[in-house]
């Protein structure tokens, strides 16, 4: 069993920023891909920013240039710094982790999402 927990959501003004955390915890044996995704009201989840396990990061364009992705591999943890913020970028943010875990002599592929984390950007 692999969860994860995120934590800096909340609600800030435009021009604002705010700095999200996601730790994986339980049977991991290794983790390859991190990432951000969110989904605002009314609207399909999409991809913020991801990071590879050798730390290579892919942004969606829409926040290209003010957000930041990094990843913390001895705590298993992503962070995601988002600066300049705009009333758009307001939706839920999940964290999303896949790789292997290892448990009862047994690897296994990993997908595990976040409980999601609500950002609101509003004056």
């Known amino acids: 069993q692999v969860q994860l927990v995120e934590s800096g959501g909340g609600l800030v003004q435009p021009g604002g920023s705010l700095r999200l955390s996601c730790a994986a915890s339980?049977?991991?044996?290794?983790?390859?891909?991190m990432g951000w995704y969110r989904q605002a009201p009314g609207k399909q989840r999409e991809l913020v920013a991801t990071?590879?396990?050798?730390?290579?990061?892919n942004y969606a364009d829409s926040v290209k240039g003010r957000f930041s992705i990094s990843r913390d591999n001895a705590k298993n943890t992503v962070y995601l710094q988002m600066n300049s913020l705009k009333p758009e970028d307001t939706a839920v943010y999940y964290c999303?982790?896949?790789?292997?875990?290892?448990?009862?002599?047994?690897?296994?592929?990993?997908?595990?999402w976040g409980q999601g984390t609500l950002v609101t950007v509003s004056s």
């Open positions: 999303n982790v896949d790789g292997t875990s290892y448990s009862g002599g047994a690897y296994r592929y990993l997908e595990v």
């Open positions: 339980g049977s991991i044996f290794s983790i390859n891909a």
């Open positions: 990071i590879s396990s050798g730390g290579s990061t």
